[in-house]
């Protein structure tokens, strides 16, 4: 009767519990599962929709109106080999924007605040900053242009390159000698994607 009563005392004083008395880890059922972070655009562009994606599992979403995004693993029984312990990486990308990445590390199948670029409360630790790549601006004349009308429009087309480290290439359509198309390329091969235009 006396161990009844004890197995009473202890499963009744720790059902309320949310602490963990051995260290100062709070308990919850989705512990370390999530963390969130921050997105912006370096020329003021809404951060809506940025992709955002964990290197090695197939976790991706999508940045807010305000850059916000959270990422939740899986339970560890849905991870590679029962929840996976590895140090990666989260990407953040949208198009004409340079790539950037947080490290984050993973135990276990669960986060681990407090490490990388991860704060003890699952904060990614900066905001994140995505470099525009390539500015393009564009002008036709004449404004206005009939339907009816048999003359020509003028396009014109401006890039700019915004940053070191990327080179133009242009190539020429040798029947009307205009402009074909032109590609941007790294300098530094790892750095960037060539983006076509």
């Known amino acids: 009767m006396k161990k ?41 562009s809404s951060p809506a929709g940025v992709f955002v994606f964990l290197e090695g599992l197939n976790l991706s979403t999508y940045s807010d109106s305000s850059g916000n995004f959270s990422l939740t693993l899986p339970i560890p029984q849905k991870q590679p080999g029962g929840g996976i312990s590895d140090r990666t990486l989260i990407y953040y990308y949208v198009a004409n924007y340079a790539y950037a990445t947080s490290a984050v590390a993973i135990a276990n199948g669960y986060f681990v605040f407090g490490q990388q670029d991860i704060n003890s409360d699952g904060q990614i630790l900066k905001t994140v900053r995505l470099n525009k790549l390539v500015d393009v601006q564009t002008a036709i004349k004449p404004d206005v242009f009939p339907h009816d009308s048999t003359g020509y429009l003028v396009l014109s087309v401006k890039f700019s390159v915004l940053v070191n480290g990327i080179s133009v290439s242009t190539f020429i359509d040798r029947s009307t000698g205009q402009l074909a198309c032109a590609v941007f390329n790294p300098v530094h091969k790892d750095s960037l994607d060539p983006i076509l235009v």
């Open 4 to 44: 009844l009563k004890l197995l009473f005392i202890v499963l009744f004083g720790f059902s309320g519990c949310t602490e963990n008395p051995f260290s100062a880890d709070k308990i919850s059922p989705e512990k370390r599962m999530t963390v969130r972070g921050t997105v912006q655009l370096s020329d003021g």
